[in-house]
């Protein structure tokens, strides 16, 4: 992805990228598989074929890596994996990289140039999946290219609620707009439509852990999700 960068300036600011170091995707690969395994009681992990693996903001590919390494040598292997990105040159660099090895331990797996966001649901989804891994590391960035989606702004409304269902009185709410937190509601949608249930394991900024306005952000996901687990390595410096 570095390389990918150099060629671009302006393209991380822009788009709001953080590179993922390939041992903290790697972890997050194992916790999401640990996840579908303990907590949605499916025994293939990321490789059981009622799984389907969703990188919402694939980049050049790191978190499908990661997911093949944890699980593909399994005799089993999912419904599929979908990576999806707003950057063209990102997804056909992850393609490049990710379909040999995809194919060699009998993975299906597509990449398609899109924001994910205008999306309410996933489209051609394997016959099959029922449960749903959303993983990956989708942009931060307070200037969202994604505001006045129509989809995007409508959902984020329920992060703007208390955790009584009030409006917040603050008139400011920025900050609820920024692209991780628009990424954080539209997987846990996701989540909450596959039949069997589903993981969402991000890499994001930390600001919802304590910020005041992210109040509601929390209340909705301690609603939504049966466990929880953080860990923060102080991103929102």
């Not at 649901?121 to 959303?134: C, F, H, L, N, S």
């Not at 955790?163 to 937190?181: A, I, K, M, N, P």
């Not at 919802?208 to 929390?218: T, W």
Request: a positive charge; hydrophobic letters at 40%; charged letters at 20%.
């Amino acid at each position: 992805r570095a390389a990918h960068l150099r060629s671009r300036p302006g393209l991380r600011q822009e788009l709001g990228i953080i590179h993922t170091p390939p041992q903290i995707a790697r972890y997050m690969a194992q916790a999401a598989d640990r996840a579908v395994r303990d907590g949605l009681g499916l025994k293939g992990g990321l490789a059981d074929p009622a799984v389907s693996i969703v990188d919402p903001a694939c980049g050049t590919g790191v978190f499908g890596a990661a997911c093949l390494a944890v699980a593909g040598q399994r005799k089993t292997a999912p419904c599929g994996f979908l990576g999806v990105d707003i950057d063209s040159e990102a997804v056909r660099a992850s393609s490049r990289a990710l379909t040999d090895g995809f194919l060699a331990h009998g993975w299906s797996a597509r990449h398609v140039t899109a924001n994910v966001l205008g999306w309410e649901q996933i489209p051609d989804e394997p016959a099959g999946a029922t449960a749903r891994v959303m993983i990956g590391n989708p942009p931060w960035g307070g200037r969202s290219k994604s505001r006045g989606l129509s989809l995007s702004d409508r959902w984020l409304a329920d992060f703007r609620r208390d955790q009584h269902g009030q409006r917040l009185t603050e008139r400011r709410l920025g900050v609820l707009s920024d692209d991780y937190v628009r990424f954080w509601r539209w997987c846990a949608e996701q989540a909450r439509l596959a039949p069997r249930g589903g993981v969402v394991a991000l890499v994001t900024n930390d600001s919802f852990l304590e910020g005041p306005l992210h109040r509601g952000m929390r209340g909705a996901l301690l609603r939504w999700f049966d466990a929880i687990e953080v860990l923060s390595l102080g991103g929102g410096s």
